[in-house]
């Protein structure tokens, strides 16, 4: 497979890219949905929730962390994750903005 030319496109297409490949797996948007769910910052619940491996989760946890969509803190021997506020709002906009440029009219389509 080809190397991806990421700087033929913009850096809103890109970084738009970068965001939905991390959300692009259901065991994310599940891990998303439940520190949303949440409304705070959860860290072991997650094996036990989803049920899955612990190893599983920290690498699921560690794209969704590259992608800036969550952040981690440390505290003691484990780390506490929450969503990013900026980056989720970008995500948001961008996702918006992409799906809002297409309306469809009856008959416009081949």
Known sequence: MGVTRTEIFTEEQ??????????????????????????????????????LAQATISQHLKELK?????????????VCYCIHPENWQLLKDQLGSFLNAFTFSSGECC
Not at 17 to 31: D, M, T, W
Not at 66 to 78: C, D, F, M, R
């Open 14 to 51: 890109n970084k738009l890219a970068v965001l939905l490949k991390a959300i692009a797996h259901p065991a994310r948007i599940a891990i998303l949905q439940y520190i949303m769910a949440s409304k705070t910052c959860i860290n072991g619940d997650l094996v036990e929730e989803l049920g």
């Open 66 to 78: 590259n992608a800036g969509l969550i952040q981690g803190t440390i505290e003691g021997v484990s």
